[in-house]
């Protein structure tokens, strides 16, 4: 049976790409798109590495079949920073040092540039509530949180100015 | 994941008619959070597929409308996060609102589908004791035509419904609530999120006019018994009667005797047996209170 073509909108850019249908989103965007911000982690949809947007809702990528995504508008980490300036959130995680070993991160901060977009002022538990579906090994979720509120109030700041 | 084929069709007609020609060896597709879990791990719960039939893009699954005397319509391809923010199953079917916004993680509730977490069958799925608190009908659609069945005769063991090859739960109708009526569900988890229930419980009751007694009861339970159940000898116990401290506890203590919960990694059947009996008063009492609160 030959590849099946779809067309996914990734980060603005309309891409037309020739996969399997057991292949998944996550795989197509890495390995096919060669956008490899976004990780796998367990593969089975627990622990959040693969977080991305699809039609402006928050997926785990790694059990998303591709062809499942058909027509469909993709957010990907890489879609967050804009004109080389970083995303609030992004900015927030390098100050606060709320980056270890880095492998959670890409999927860490599409949660919570997910969370802001529905909820600009969260209190720390529905930041832990937001991120559950977020693991990170290094357990470093203290940094993360605080990561997240100072991103949620520079954002609030920045949009009473703006 | 090994290779399969992948069908993706607009309309319910169109899916059914590829179920037809395709033939044996064929599944659903909804959200997928159960589904391609499960053909990652090689499909051990049941024969690999050859092929997958999308239901993402039928019209016919997402339908959601409210109406005074026939109840709600919830298509079974709305997300857990749609039935949790929906108005309507917030303000009139709060139970259903409790469990659908407890199923994994935010990521998870914005792909499962209600209709999903219904067929995937398992015993604590979150859904499950409240659309059987809350009476609701499943619509069946298949190759002979469609039928309405009750939710409590759709499942027939872990993993297993009476759906034949072909056939595709469509959408549930719930009775619209009594006056003087509420609805919860909980459910014991050693965490806080990303967890399956121990034991899964909802009620849902409704006062009489004069807020004595109780005119009805539905208690539903979860993780205790190979498919989610109705304690339906609890509920004739209270059924009639004034609310009483005395009369809750006896109810909670028949519902104990209904479950037939085996041990598992989860926990114990002495230990889910006990968590019947305490999370049933509890949420009959709070229940109670906000049925008389109104």
């Known amino acids: 049976m030959p590849k099946r073509v779809i067309t996914l909108t990734v980060n603005g850019e309309t891409h037309e790409v020739a996969v399997e249908p057991w292949w998944t989103l996550l795989y197509t965007v890495r390995e096919e798109l060669g956008l490899t911000g976004s990780k796998e982690g367990c593969g089975t949809g627990d622990c959040g590495a693969c977080s991305m947007l ?32 970083l995303h609030p959130v992004q900015q927030a995680f390098v100050e606060k040092g709320a980056v270890q070993c880095g492998y959670c991160i890409p999927g860490m901060v599409m949660a919570a540039y997910d969370l802001l977009r529905r909820q600009p002022d969260p209190t720390l538990e529905e930041v832990r509530l937001a991120l559950a579906g977020n693991l990170c090994r290094c357990t470093g979720y203290t940094k993360i949180y605080e990561a997240v509120l100072a991103a949620a109030e520079r954002m609030r700041l920045e949009g009473a100015r703006g | ?55 993402r893009r039928l019209p016919e699954l997402r339908a959601l409308g409210w109406h005074e005397e026939q109840g709600l319509r919830l298509g079974a391809g709305l997300t857990m996060a749609e039935v949790a923010s929906n108005d309507w199953v917030r303000q009139r079917y ?70 034949r090859h072909g056939e595709l739960l469509t959408e549930f109708l719930l009775p619209p609530p009594l006056p003087r009526s509420a609805s919860l569900y909980r459910r014991h988890t050693p965490r806080q999120q990303m967890d399956i229930a121990v034991v899964g419980v909802a009620v849902a009751v409704a006062l009489d006019d ?77 229940a109670i209170e906000r049925a008389r609160r109104g």
């Open chain 2, 94 to 163: 709060p139970a259903l609102a409790d469990g659908a916004g407890l199923v994994g993680s935010r990521q998870t509730m914005n792909m499962a589908t209600v209709g999903g977490n219904v067929c995937n069958a398992a015993p604590s799925a979150d859904t499950a004791p409240p659309l059987l608190a809350l009476e609701a009908q499943a619509r069946i659609v298949g190759p002979q035509g469609e039928r309405l069945l009750p939710l409590e005769e759709f499942w027939l063991g872990p993993g297993e419904t009476v759906l």
């Open chain 1, 54 to 85: 699809l039609d402006g809702r928050l997926v785990t990528s790694c059990i998303v079949l591709a062809v499942e995504a058909d027509g469909c508008q993709v957010t990907t980490i890489e879609g967050l920073a804009q004109g080389g300036q």
């Open chain 2, 1 to 55: 994941m090994r290779p399969f084929a992948h069908f993706a069709p607009r309309s319910l007609d169109e899916a059914l008619d590829i179920f037809r020609r395709e033939g044996e060896g064929g599944r659903p597709l909804a959200g997928g959070t159960d589904l391609v879990v499960q053909l990652k791990e090689g499909g051990h719960k049941f024969p690999y597929p050859r092929y997958l039939v999308s239901l």
């Open chain 2, 210 to 286: 004069g807020g004595r007694t109780l005119k009805k009861v539905r208690i539903a339970l979860g993780a205790v018994a190979p498919t989610p159940i109705r304690a339906r000898r609890a509920e004739a116990a209270l059924e009639g009667q004034a609310p009483s401290p005395e009369a809750i506890a006896r109810a909670a203590a028949i519902a104990q005797e209904e479950a037939r919960p085996i041990s598992d990694v989860r926990g114990s059947a002495a230990l889910r047996r006990h968590l019947v009996g305490v999370m049933t008063e509890r949420l009959l009492r709070e």
